[in-house]
């Protein structure tokens, strides 16, 4: 008898599966690497984000996700005991038109300021935004609606989201509230008797008229600005409650007028010599409370005599 010794070899893989599949963005996707000669493990790279291959069977699987449709070269590979065979899977990428994912509805008031950000799938490159309430605009790059709006109202807004395979559409409801005002002017005014004053009354949220009760006689307010002018001809402190009002409502504030007196003048002493039957004159400075000074006294010597004021001059003529 004679023994025969046959050896096999183990020839490397060649991979059989097809080299072309198609797979959409952001939809499930399968494709399974096959190969001859026994393979041990598979791999493959280069693979969308999104896809991951089994080793050990070959499955390429998973959600692909790209921001633009276009071709994919996978190298797939399958290996054994004899070496590694590989080959280049063309995948072909396309996209789905964008679907706004963000609300539908949302909210703000007037002169504040808004923020709104478009969402979608599928990678959008461009947004748009029609019938925005004014002081509202779309950023086309980001989808982000921003501004202060300066109207109230309800308003439907035509949301798209666009990519190179189309566009998606949505209807956003902006609702954009009038707030009544809150007035944000100082709690207190200073001023003098006779002279002056003014005081600006400021408020938020668009106000379109304004008033004041209480105000110390001599001022008026302009219902129109706000502004509350005048001279005040009493002293005193008055508490005054001043007002703003849009078509919300009416916002108000206690404000405290302190109207003071005059302080009481102070002078240099002065000396003068007046010959009889004639008349002195002096030059004097006032130290302080010169702007109300109505009249002069001479005090010493106790002589007869008036007293001719022309600005800070004063003329002495003396009495027989």
Known sequence: AQSLTITIGLATPAITSTLTANATSGSP?????????????????GLPTGLMVDTNTGAITGTPVVAMAGTVAITLSATNGAGTGMAVLMLNVSLNAP???????????????????????????????????TGLSINTMTGVISGTP????????????????????????????LLPPVVTSGGSVSGTVTQPVSYQITASNSPTS????????????????????????????????????????????????????????TMANATIQVPFGGTGMVDFTLLSGGSNVTSYVITQPATRGTITLNGNVATYTPQA
């Open 29 to 45: 996707f399968t494709y399974n690497i096959t190969a001859s000669n026994l393979p041990a493990t598979y791999n493959a790279t």
């Open 99 to 133: 679907t706004i994912t963000s609300a539908n509805t949302a909210s703000g008031n007037v002169g504040s300021a808004f923020t709104f950000n478009v969402t979608a799938t599928d990678f959008p490159s461009a947004y748009a935004a029609t019938g925005l309430p």
């Open 150 to 177: 300066t109207v109230a109202g309800m308003f439907p807004v035509n949301l798209t989201a666009t990519n190179g395979a189309g566009s998606g559409m949505q209807t956003l409801t902006i609702t954009i509230t």
């Open 210 to 265: 304004f008033g004041a009760a209480g105000l110390p006689a001599g001022l008026t307010v302009n219902t129109m600005t706000g502004l509350i002018s005048g001279s005040p001809t009493t002293t005193g402190s008055t508490m005054v409650t001043v007002s703003a009002t849009n078509a919300a409502g009416t916002g108000t504030k206690v404000v405290a007028f302190t109207i003071s007196n005059f302080p009481a003048p």
